[in-house]
């Protein structure tokens, strides 16, 4: 008996010594992540958005233009709209031109505060935050796409060095119609464009922005209402739906923004 009790008193001394485990710990969520709203639920206003393009510089060719004037036209009814970007652009200027390092006297070149500029300079000048460009179009890119994907590489390398902070959106290159492509299929052509631009972007780290398909009619094409010259180029109703399409990837980015906050 007595070394029964024995044996028990070591027990319970053994037991007095030894550390309390303490129950697993629970993650903790931060209060601001807890009470953040998923970024699709966030409310952007009209104003944010146009403030958004107050940051913003367009580079283009003739297609381009076209935007430019429509965003113009809105401006007399809404002086708000937009206001503050800028552009860039130039009739017949191409994806090559724009991977050129410097301005050259034998080529169209973009301009900018009066002065003519390569491409990359043009962004640094500018100071802008996001820049949209869209090129391709003068040098039918889609029979050349590897050489215009080398192209792009090259404008991304000169501006990236020239302005590492900016934010480069690449547009995918608009459809064309179906008169447009009856000698050659360049329906498919632009595609297969777009969809190797849409990689190169994603492999570089900037964006690209699908304006195409909402311009496309069910076979892929450009219809009638949103062509001006039957062939390539965008009538206000086209333009419209491009200007939709930007202002839903202003939305997108402010809403990051505060997500991200």
């Known amino acids: 008996m007595k070394d029964i009790l024995k044996k028990m008193l070591i027990l319970l001394l053994v037991m007095a010594v030894l ?3 303490a129950p697993a710990e629970e993650t903790a969520v931060p209060p601001q992540e807890a009470a953040s709203a998923p970024a699709e639920e966030i409310e952007v206003t009209d104003e944010e958005v146009n403030a958004f393009f107050s940051r913003a510089l367009f580079i283009g060719d003739s297609v381009t233009s076209q935007l430019r004037v429509r965003i113009k036209e809105i401006q007399k009814k809404d002086k708000s709209f937009m206001k503050g970007c800028r552009y ?3 009739q017949s200027y191409m994806l090559y031109n724009g991977s050129r390092k410097n301005a050259s006297s034998n080529n169209v070149n973009l301009t900018l505060g009066g002065e003519e500029l390569p491409l990359w300079k043009c962004v640094k000048k500018a100071g802008a ?10 040098d039918y890119v889609g029979e050349k796409i590897e050489k215009g994907i080398g192209w792009v590489d090259r404008i991304i390398d000169l501006c990236l060095e020239g302005s590492p902070d900016t934010k480069l959106v690449f547009m995918s290159l608009t459809p064309v119609t179906r008169s447009f492509c009856r000698k050659k299929d360049y329906r498919t052509m632009w595609d297969n464009y777009n969809a190797a631009l849409k990689a190169k972007c994603e492999e570089r780290g900037v964006y690209y922005l699908d304006i195409a398909t909402s311009l496309k009619d069910e076979d892929g094409y450009l219809p009638k209402k949103y062509t001006s ?17 930007l202002q839903d990837f202003a ?7 505060r ?3």
């Open 19 to 21: 550390p309390v485990c």
């Open 88 to 90: 860039s652009t130039a």
């Open 129 to 138: 935050d996001y820049v949209f460009i869209l090129l391709g179009l003068n």
């Open 229 to 245: 010259d039957g062939r390539c180029h965008l009538s206000s109703d086209g333009l419209d739906i491009w200007l939709g399409v």
């Open 251 to 257: 939305r997108d980015r402010i809403r990051e923004e």
């Open 259 to 261: 997500a991200a906050q």
